[in-house]
């Protein structure tokens, strides 16, 4: 009797432990109901908490050595006294943002709020919220908030590009305040140089064929243009057209497929045969094409105005050489063409958008949180800092102090900015031409930002939203077409296919179906601009 | 000892009566062996019935019940797809070209090492052929690409014997030699330990009687060392096949480029992309799964014609 129940005992023991790993195992994919804190009415900062919100978003660069977290700056700390909530920031490996981000989504178990491009993730905001991984706004923005539905009601332009088709609310907007602020990136050319070849600043795509014909010739540069593969479709445009798809006249097109494409190419081909355009641009990356730039390889470039202008020309200032590097407009091709391509931000910069998902238990908390920098005393902390020790008001401007300008503990500009506001980084703020006035101090940056400005709004696709169906036809044809062309544009410049293969080419981007692209995204422009 | 050995015999039957008293016997053994058992159980056997997704159109908001079931959708798409021959293509062409050349490179370093007689001079050899193993992937990928640039250091050697400099990384022609040989240089010195484990087994007395006979140095590596070593050489040959079409994503991601993406482009790296960064979570486990069952099926083909050529196999 005894030796029986001593067997049954132990198979009970071993079926409740498989039983227990099966359902630790089983219960990974599943997401906890939690209880949601309720809070009503709008909130008076700072507000009382006990929670501690966790906030997902990128690491500045330029705070990669500096800190552990973006918790630690002075900045957050002040955020966090004024606004009296708690926030513990995660950062992803840089680099794996997106990767990072879907294995989130995959285990259901999200940070509190998630910053990123949403607009640019596959399905679009709508799927997020349809997928229950991001909550609706439209009820909390009624009832809770104060400042961003305000700034919205001013900006009706704007209320359209940060909403679903469905017309839900679902993020806290990046907002590019100022047309100053929207065109940072673009050509810069070396000026000494130029005056040594006795040549004005190249406008026009002839300008550029001799300016640089004459930097290798009369100067012996080595290679007198460096960019990277990503960057050299800015020539494009000088042939009305993009690298990918645009609109013109009303109508989506797609660049590649255009005949100024080819023209372009062959320009193309033609300065890289000649030696013009540098012999690794395919494999070049921002450390060699910095590289080039320093040492004196290469001549002109396309970068930005903080990232490259500024970091060249201070490189040389102190040792006496006779570097200069100035701004060039984007070309075009005959002299007086309006400038109607060019890297440009739009009004909403969707890159930095954050979105309350549904693991957060107090999602009026979060949206308090990040309503307070649409206020005007969170604007002014996100763009200038503490006033009487980031900035002070002169004549109202506020102008930066040492502390910004000159750090007394040797920060560089951008690493004091970064420490104290948010402005010079991507954040759900709303972007001040004040501060990128004063961030850009040399002369040839805060010109270059006249010189770069350009018109390409006229051609680009507004933050249109797909349904769920059309975002995994459209991601997938995407996908392979831009790698198509991604590798076709890289061959007919390097010669490896011979113009005379055009018509095919064509033939084979038909065969990708990029005609069905383009009905679906003026489907979903007709769609937009019903909203 | 005997005790041991009984269940290695013949006639042995598994009978529950017979399980009982092996375990009575060998208490410790399968003590150590819980751990492992548990392991694998747990990180190995439990997650596969998230293979159940590549059937399905599943999200994670609806979970692995509630979506939607669509058998064999995902491997349809995938293989009458626009990629699937290219990727197949590169995926083989890769492997194939790491097990040809790849895989004999550290029976010959083991063979050559074994050789050397100066222990100190031995030492600083296995030494230096065991580091590039430790570098981190990114930096190999890193000091590949400095290296191949058209101002890097192979350019110069080429451009000094009077050849013409090329950007290496951006020509479809040296990709998979770049991927092999650098492959080689990282880890043929550290693949060289089980062999040459495998070579402190070899009975001393064998060597002396081949001496005595009259045989050379070579004729002791041909007769003696090598047909040593064959079990061991045999057994990760199956297993390099049994994982042919898994080419490492890291590196080739790390190393390829618009312009050789053609040739570069292999199964995992595309199971990474529409994973891990498109959110296609049942296709790419699809594919995922597809890229597992050619692995069964080889690694048991492999395994059977090594029965059947030299009577030995993985089991």
């Given at each position: 009797m005894n030796e029986r129940f001593k067997n049954l005992r132990k198979k009970c023991?071993?079926?409740?432990?498989?039983?227990?790993?099966?359902?630790?195992?089983?219960?990974?994919?599943?997401?906890?109901?939690?209880?949601?804190?309720?809070?009503?009415?709008?909130?008076?900062?700072?507000?009382?908490?006990?929670?501690?919100?966790?906030?997902?978003?990128?690491?500045?660069?330029?705070?990669?050595?500096?800190?552990?977290?973006?918790?630690?700056?002075?900045?957050?700390?002040?955020?966090?006294?004024?606004?009296?909530?708690?926030?513990?920031?995660?950062?992803?490996v840089a680099g794996q943002e997106s990767e990072a981000l879907n294995l989130f989504i995959a285990s259901g178990e999200m940070p509190d709020i998630i910053q990123t491009n949403w607009l640019g993730q596959t399905g679009g905001p709508q799927s997020f919220i349809d997928d229950d991984v991001i909550i609706e706004l439209n009820d909390i923005m009624e009832k809770n908030l104060t400042h961003l539905p305000a700034y919205l009601k001013e900006n009706p332009d704007l209320d359209r590009m940060i909403k679903t088709d469905e017309g839900k609310y679902y993020c806290f907007p990046a907002i590019?305040?100022?047309?100053?602020?929207?065109?940072?990136?673009?050509?810069?050319?070396?000026?000494?140089?130029?005056?040594?070849?006795?040549?004005?600043?190249?406008?026009?795509?002839?300008?550029?064929?001799?300016?640089?014909?004459?930097?290798?010739?009369?100067?012996?540069?080595?290679s007198p243009l460096s960019l990277m593969a990503s960057q050299i479709s800015n020539f494009a445009g000088a042939y009305g057209v993009s690298n990918t798809f645009y609109m013109d006249d009303g109508k989506v097109k797609l660049g590649p497929a255009e005949d100024g494409y080819k023209q372009y190419l062959m320009t193309m081909?033609?300065?890289?045969?000649?030696?013009?355009?540098?012999?690794?641009?395919?494999?070049?990356?921002?450390?060699?094409?910095?590289?080039?730039?320093?040492?004196?390889?290469?001549?002109?470039?396309?970068?930005?105005?903080?990232?490259?202008l500024g970091y060249f020309l201070n490189a040389f200032k102190d040792s006496g050489s006779s570097f200069d590097i100035k701004a060039a407009p984007y070309p075009v091709l005959k002299e007086g063409d309006p400038i109607e391509f060019g890297a440009k931000r739009s009004k909403y910069n969707s890159s930095a958008s954050a979105a309350i998902t549904t693991s957060c238990k107090d999602p009026v908390l979060a949206a308090w949180w990040l309503d307070y920098s649409y206020s005007l005393e969170g604007h002014m902390l996100n763009n200038f800092g503490v006033e009487g020790e980031d900035y002070e008001m002169i004549d109202g401007y506020p102008t930066y102090t040492e502390k910004i300008t000159n750090n007394p503990d040797g920060l560089s500009i951008i690493q004091a900015m970064s420490m104290n506001i948010r402005a010079n980084n991507s954040f759900p703020i709303i972007q001040d031409k004040r501060y990128i006035e004063q961030y850009y101090e040399l002369p040839q940056q805060l010109e270059a930002l006249e010189i770069w400005q350009n018109d390409?709004?006229?051609?680009?696709?507004?933050?249109?939203?797909?349904?769920?169906?059309?975002?995994?036809?459209?991601?997938?044809?995407?996908?392979?077409?831009?790698?198509?062309?991604?590798?076709?544009?890289?061959?007919?410049?390097?010669?490896?296919?011979?113009f005379k293969e055009w018509d095919k080419y064509i033939a084979e981007l038909e065969n990708l179906n990029y005609k069905r692209v383009i009905e679906i995204i003026e489907t979903a422009i007709d769609r937009y601009s019903s909203r | 000892m005997k005790k041991q050995i009984v269940s290695k015999h013949k006639s042995y039957k598994f009978s529950s009566e017979n399980i009982k008293k092996d375990i009575m016997r060998n208490k410790e053994l399968y003590l150590i062996m819980i751990p492992v058992i548990?392991?694998?159980?747990?990180?190995?056997?439990?997650?596969?019935?998230?293979?159940?997704?590549?059937?399905?159109?599943?999200?994670?908001?609806?979970?692995?019940?509630?979506?939607?079931?669509?058998?064999?959708?995902?491997?349809?798409?995938?293989?009458?797809?626009?990629?699937?021959?290219?990727?197949?293509?590169?995926?083989?062409?890769?492997?194939?070209?790491?097990?040809?050349?790849?895989?004999?490179?550290?029976?010959?370093?083991?063979?050559?090492?074994?050789?050397?007689?100066?222990?100190?001079?031995?030492?600083?050899?296995?030494?230096?052929?065991?580091?590039?193993?430790?570098?981190?992937?990114?930096?190999?990928?890193?000091?590949?690409?400095?290296?191949?640039?058209?101002?890097?250091?192979?350019?110069?050697?080429?451009?000094?014997?009077?050849?013409?400099?090329?950007?290496?990384?951006?020509?479809?022609?040296?990709?998979?030699?770049?991927?092999?040989?650098?492959?080689?240089?990282?880890?043929?010195?550290?693949?060289?330990?089980?062999?040459?484990?495998?070579?402190?087994?070899?009975?001393?007395?064998?060597?002396?009687?081949?001496?005595?006979?009259?045989?050379?140095?070579?004729?002791?590596?041909?007769?003696?060392?090598?047909?040593?070593?064959?079990?061991?050489?045999?057994?990760?040959?199956?297993?390099?096949?049994?994982?042919?079409?898994?080419?490492?994503?890291?590196?080739?991601?790390?190393?390829?480029?618009?312009?050789?993406?053609?040739?570069?482009?292999?199964?995992?790296?595309?199971?990474?992309?529409?994973?891990?960064?498109?959110?296609?979570?049942?296709?790419?486990?699809?594919?995922?799964?597809?890229?597992?069952?050619?692995?069964?099926?080889?690694?048991?083909?492999?395994?059977?014609?090594?029965?059947?050529?030299?009577?030995?196999?993985?089991?």
């Open positions: 023991i071993a079926v409740i432990a498989i039983a227990a790993i099966i359902a630790s195992g089983s219960g990974c994919g599943k997401k906890e109901t939690a209880e949601i804190v309720k809070r009503e009415g709008k909130a008076t900062y700072p507000v009382e908490a006990e929670t501690t919100l966790t906030y997902w978003c990128p690491l500045p660069a330029s705070l990669a050595d500096k800190v552990k977290d973006f918790g630690e700056t002075e900045f957050a700390k002040e955020l966090e006294k004024r606004t009296g909530i708690k926030v513990k920031y995660i950062h992803p590019v305040s100022d047309e100053l602020l929207m065109t940072t990136n673009g050509f810069m050319i070396r000026n000494d140089w130029l005056k040594k070849v006795s040549m004005d600043v190249p406008q026009t795509i002839d300008d550029w064929y001799e300016v640089l014909t004459a930097f290798k010739n009369k100067l012996g540069v080595e081909k033609k300065w890289y045969d000649e030696g013009l355009l540098d012999k690794d641009f395919a494999v070049m990356d921002i450390k060699q094409y910095n590289y080039n730039i320093l040492s004196e390889r290469s001549g002109a470039t396309h970068g930005a105005g903080g990232g490259q390409s709004e006229l051609h680009a696709i507004p933050p249109v939203t797909y349904t769920s169906e059309e975002s995994s036809e459209y991601a997938s044809l995407k996908t392979e077409i831009d790698a198509f062309i991604e590798t076709n544009t890289l061959n007919f410049i390097l010669g490896k296919r011979s | 548990i392991f694998y159980f747990v990180f190995s056997y439990l997650p596969m019935y998230g293979i159940i997704i590549a059937f399905q159109d599943y999200t994670p908001a609806k979970g692995f019940m509630g979506s939607e079931f669509v058998g064999l959708k995902h491997f349809i798409d995938f293989m009458t797809g626009n990629s699937f021959l290219k990727l197949l293509r590169n995926t083989l062409r890769i492997s194939c070209a790491n097990i040809i050349f790849g895989f004999p490179m550290p029976i010959i370093l083991a063979l050559l090492i074994n050789e050397v007689r100066n222990k100190r001079f031995k030492g600083i050899v296995q030494t230096c052929t065991y580091l590039p193993h430790f570098i981190s992937i990114v930096v190999v990928a890193g000091m590949i690409k400095d290296f191949t640039v058209s101002t890097g250091l192979i350019n110069d050697i080429i451009a000094f014997f009077g050849g013409e400099r090329v950007t290496m990384l951006a020509e479809t022609k040296y990709f998979t030699p770049i991927y092999v040989i650098s492959g080689i240089w990282q880890e043929a010195g550290w693949n060289t330990i089980i062999y040459l484990a495998a070579l402190t087994a070899i009975d001393k007395a064998l060597y002396e009687a081949a001496t005595i006979d009259g045989a050379g140095e070579m004729r002791k590596m041909w007769h003696i060392t090598l047909p040593a070593i064959l079990p061991t050489i045999v057994i990760l040959l199956i297993m390099k096949i049994g994982s042919m079409l898994n080419v490492g994503y890291e590196k080739i991601i790390l190393l390829y480029n618009a312009s050789t993406r053609d040739v570069a482009d292999v199964i995992s790296t595309y199971v990474y992309r529409r994973g891990l960064q498109e959110r296609s979570w049942s296709f790419s486990t699809a594919v995922g799964l597809f890229n597992s069952v050619i692995n069964v099926t080889l690694l048991i083909l492999s395994n059977k014609i090594s029965k059947m050529i030299n009577g030995s196999g993985l089991w």
